[in-house]
């Protein structure tokens, strides 16, 4: 039951992630906006959702809570950044493929969560499915391409993937509790992107727009949170990810991203292999 229970949890951010910089990028704004926007509406929800259902804090909660948002802060900020540069169609499926890397390379060598032959096997073509997929979603010509923003949006992917494993990771390594953690790390969120975009003058129309988004992320973070105790990081992650094909192909149809047919016939291959991926990780749980 439990099982299920955190399948069902995972797919929360699957829908309300893979929308979010779609939903992020109609709003309007800049990097710095968007941003401090989406850690607004994150410390509301936390807020609220703190009174509704107090949780018991302790010293290293909050520490680790504190810590994870800021690791989220600067993931989102240079993911942000890399979409400005490359588009969402290119940036978010290189983003999630980075992501899926490094949350599993943890959850396999740090917490043993694959720790038969069998699990290892499956795991293994699961991942090997699952960056296809991604390198496939994200293939495009080199024509008109301009190469110095495709090199600065894969050094920003680089920091905003660090960013994310610790936001990731942290939380899993101390065993703190979803709920307990959900105000902790808002807080620190909001504290590490107004820092980073204060010389920015954030505080305008689009990061008011922007709380939008910041409660669908906090409602995805929920679920993500709940679901890792349940069925571990490496499922957990890997399979809320797969909104992947939510953001890639609403970047195209939704936000105009050009793509040619043989890049579309790519890219719907690619999708398929990711949620393929994704299933085939979720029985790596036994």
Not at 128 to 141: M, P, Q
């Amino acid at each position: 039951m439990d099982f299920v229970e955190g399948f069902l949890y995972a797919l929360i951010p699957a829908l309300t992630w893979g929308s979010l910089v779609l939903v992020s990028e109609k709003l309007g704004g800049n990097s710095y906006n968007q941003t401090l926007g989406i850690t607004i509406g994150s410390l509301l929800f936390a807020i609220v959702m703190s009174v509704i259902n107090p949780p018991e804090w302790t010293s290293l909660i909050w520490i680790v809570g504190i810590i994870s948002g800021i690791g989220w802060a600067f993931g989102q900020l240079f993911q942000f950044n890399s979409v400005k540069e490359m588009g969402v169609s290119k940036t978010v499926p290189i983003s999630t493929g980075l992501q899926i890397l490094g949350n599993t390379f943890f959850a396999v060598i740090v917490f043993k969560e694959w720790n038969t032959t069998s699990t290892i096997i499956l795991g293994v073509i699961a991942i090997i499915f699952l960056i296809a997929g991604v390198l496939l979603t994200s293939y495009g010509d080199s024509k008109g391409k301009n190469e110095g923003s495709m090199k600065k949006g894969i050094l920003y992917l680089i920091v905003s993937t660090l960013g994310f494993v610790t936001y990731v990771i942290v939380v899993r390594w101390f065993d703190i509790d979803g709920w307990s953690a959900i105000l902790p790390q808002a807080i620190g969120m909001f504290i590490a992107a107004f820092l980073l975009s204060i010389k920015h003058k954030p505080f305008n129309k689009y990061a008011g727009r922007n709380i939008l988004t910041g409660i669908m992320w906090a409602t995805g973070n929920i679920g993500l949170l709940l679901a890792n105790p349940k069925v571990g990081v490496a499922i957990a992650f890997s399979f809320s990810q797969m909104g992947i094909v939510i953001s890639t192909l609403g970047g195209i149809f939704l936000l105009g991203e050009k793509k040619s047919k043989k890049q579309m016939t790519y890219v719907i291959i690619g999708c398929i292999l990711v949620i393929a991926g994704g299933v085939m990780i979720g029985f790596t749980k036994e």
